[in-house]
Nanobody
């Protein structure tokens, strides 16, 4: 059974940092591109960042470029999202998602990704 567990969220002041983790089990982790999405209260789920199965390529939403860094450790079956210079508008539930490596990696459409975890809440205060 595939499981993805997001962790690392919390309450932080604007300008602060957090590191999110998503630990996967029950799948061949290195066979999947990994992505992070977020959903703020009352809003649509939006793309944040993605990384290819090998970790060789990353891409980001314009809103987080230069502030967030996605990485992965295929030996630990874990993907990370390092978030810095956080802003109140980053407040959301953050989810990790998978997309098989046989498919194109560069899609920001949430429907192209499979979100399997429960998410982790990030709240940024002024």
């Amino acid at each position: 059974q595939v499981q993805m567990v997001e962790s690392g969220g919390g309450l932080v002041q604007a300008g602060g940092s957090l590191r999110l983790s998503c630990a996967a089990s029950g799948l061949t982790f290195s066979s999947f591109h990994m992505g992070w999405f977020r959903q703020a209260l009352g809003k649509e789920r939006e793309f944040v960042a993605a990384i290819t199965w090998s970790g060789g390529t990353t891409y980001y939403a314009d809103s987080v470029k230069g502030r967030f860094t996605i990485s992965r450790d295929n030996d630990r079956n874990t993907v990370y999202l390092q978030m810095s210079s956080l802003k109140p508008e980053d407040t959301a539930v953050y989810y990790c998602a998978t997309r098989h490596k046989s498919t194109a990696y560069k899609t920001t459409f949430a429907g192209d990704w499979l979100q399997r975890g429960q998410g982790t809440q990030v709240t940024v205060s002024l």
